[in-house]
């Protein structure tokens, strides 16, 4: 079990500037990484047993985390020519 918390901004080193810029500018990417981050804080908190929780709830939280994680990761890798523009 790993207790690393997983902020997007460790996750994702080399879209730090695009992080930033997406959240300024796109509604949903706002959204779905303040999702992201209640869940990771959620699991984390599961992790180091501030809030424990069983293991079922654990592999759904989990599971969510991951699939934002990869929606938002998706999204930047679309904004890529963002990038170029605010790079």
């Given amino acids: 079990m790993s207790s690393t918390p997983h902020h997007l901004a460790e996750e994702f080193p080399e879209y730090a500037t695009l992080l930033r810029t997406l959240r300024d ?8 990484c303040g ?11 599961a992790e180091t047993d501030i809030e424990p929780c069983d293991d079922l709830r ?5 599971k969510k985390r991951m699939a934002l ?5 998706g999204m930047l890798t679309r904004a890529e020519p963002l990038a170029d523009e605010i790079g």
């Fill in 25 to 32: 500018r796109d509604g949903h990417f706002h959204r779905i």
């Fill in 58 to 62: 654990m592999i759904a939280l989990r």
């Fill in 35 to 45: 999702e992201y981050e209640e869940v990771n804080h959620t699991v984390h908190k």
């Fill in 69 to 73: 994680k990869d929606e938002i990761f």
